[in-house]
């Protein structure tokens, strides 16, 4: 009964690689977002999709593209993977009109090497 | 940049209240105090939220100063499994925004 999940829970990949990570909400809401936490575990806003259209994109590299096939899914890929892309990629959900609260995802931990 | 200051860490007894103080001097009309937490290696978790009034639930109690400048969370019987960093945040509620989070205060229950 998870509410947000995602996959993989951990990567390791290589500098250069092309990965992504999967995230799925069974709570019925309708906007889905891509959090990153650093080493410094400052978390930050990536991305956010409404109904399979992006309504938040802050200054992120181009390598890096969401992708939400429909309003319970919402995949996270990247393009040549650098070393500073190592962090933890949350992903959470949210329903307007219900008091904006969010849900998290467990995370992934990604790690280039 | 967030909005509110937080004390970077505090202790609290196993069983007893703890309480976390916030300030958000720069709090608008119609932005709304939430507070979320973080256990380690977990995601982020909602505890609750308010507009002016108190507010209780399940997992802890807020209190809004009448001036809405400052608020306290509340868990009211303190477990090592509350220990975790907490993020007092002010945004404007029903909205799917984004959530700035600054660098919370990170509670440690001892036994």
């Known amino acids: 009964d998870t509410a947000v999940s995602q996959t993989p829970k951990y990567l390791v990949t290589q500098m250069g690689n092309d990965k992504s990570i999967k995230c799925e909400q069974n709570l019925g809401h309708d906007t889905m977002y891509w959090y990153k936490q650093d080493s410094k575990k400052f978390l930050k806003i990536m991305f956010s999709?409404?109904?399979?259209?992006?309504?938040i994109n802050e200054t992120v590299p181009n390598r890096f593209s969401p992708k939400s096939p429909d309003k319970a899914h919402l995949n996270l890929h990247i393009n040549s993977l650098e070393l500073g892309d190592s962090a933890v990629y949350f992903c959470?959900?949210?329903?307007?009109?219900?008091?904006?609260?969010?849900?998290f995802g467990p995370g992934t931990r990604l790690t280039v090497t | 940049d967030a909005k509110t200051t937080q004390p970077p860490s505090m202790d609290c007894a196993e069983g007893r209240a703890a309480n976390l103080p916030c300030n958000h001097s720069?709090?608008?009309?119609?932005?709304?105090v939430y507070w979320y937490r973080q256990i380690h290696s977990q995601g982020p978790q909602y505890i609750i939220h308010?507009?002016?009034n108190n507010e209780t639930n399940e997992m802890a109690s807020l209190i809004i100063t009448e001036d809405r400048k400052s608020s306290t969370l509340i868990l009211p019987h303190a477990t090592l499994r509350d220990t975790a960093v907490y993020y007092c945040i002010v945004r404007v509620a029903n909205r799917d925004d984004k959530i700035i989070f600054g660098k919370g205060t990170r509670l440690h229950i001892l036994p």
């Open positions: 959470a959900s949210s329903q307007a009109g219900r008091g904006g609260e969010q849900y």
């Open positions: 308010g507009l002016k």
């Open positions: 999709y409404n109904n399979k259209e992006l309504i």
């Open positions: 720069t709090i608008s009309g119609n932005e709304y």
